[in-house]
């Protein structure tokens, strides 16, 4: 059974660029979550979707950050325009629908790393 | 208002012997505990977790121990194997976050053959 899988791996950007990260879940898995690490520090969560639907999106930084999930399967995550500060790695993560009491289900992918200069 | 926190960033053990990393936390509404291993260009895996209900989780060579009253949580592994080194996350998650977990900066652990 495939993973989490992300792409692209790797990006460097300029400022002011757009970047557009994709994340494919495991099939089945309702919930998708995005998570980010910048320089090193906490992994912190950006959003969730269940399904389709942004079930809780209290941890995107700013309106320069976009998450869709067309049709509850992939997920993008666009940033535009990117900022210095917008480099890290973002992760993204799925669980099975009615697996949400236990962080044990919970999958992550490799990570998408974000460079902008 | 970093509401879990990792104070070491890094550990150094012999190959054999015991591996502590700790973590504290600050929201007394988590009720639900998880380490997470992280090998280099690769995304975060579960390790072991423990409820909030208890005080000792056991898996193998991996224990976590949970001190609610000082809102404190170790990982004890034993013995260490050089396989073991990698970076290690705290995280936490409660009732009201749903499945949104908090996580810890990370412990990076070496061990040494």
């Known amino acids: 059974e495939a993973g989490v899988t992300q792409f692209p791996s790797h990006s460097v950007i300029e400022k002011g660029q757009t970047v557009t990260l994709r994340c494919d879940p495991i099939?089945?898995?309702?919930?998708l979550y995005w998570y980010r690490r910048v320089m090193g520090k906490e992994i912190k969560f950006l959003l969730h979707?269940?399904?389709?639907?942004?079930?809780?999106e209290s941890g995107m930084p700013n309106n320069r950050f976009l998450a869709e999930r067309t049709g509850g399967t992939y997920s993008t995550l666009k940033v535009q325009p990117a900022e210095l500060e917008d480099s890290g790695v973002y992760f993204c993560a799925s669980s099975q629908r009615y697996a949400q009491g236990s962080g044990n289900t919970i999958y992550f992918g490799e990570g998408s790393w974000l460079t902008v200069v | 208002d970093q509401q879990v926190k990792q104070n070491s960033p890094s550990l150094s053990v012999q190959e054999g012997r015991i591996s502590i990393l700790n973590c504290d936390y600050t929201?007394?509404?988590?009720?639900?505990f998880l380490w997470y291993k992280k090998y280099p260009a690769e995304g975060p895996t579960f390790l072991i977790s423990?409820?909030?209900?208890?005080d000792k989780n056991e898996d193998g060579r991996f224990t976590v121990f949970l001190n609610k009253s000082a809102k404190h949580l170790s990982l004890h592994i034993v013995p260490s194997q050089p396989g073991d080194s990698a970076v290690y996350f705290c995280a936490a998650k409660s009732e009201t976050s749903g499945s949104r977990l908090t996580f810890g900066e990370g412990t990076q652990l070496t061990v040494n053959p």
């Open positions: 979707f269940v399904k389709e639907s942004k079930q809780d």
């Open positions: 929201n007394s509404m988590f009720d639900y």
């Open positions: 423990i409820s909030s209900i208890k």
């Open positions: 099939s089945g898995h309702d919930n």
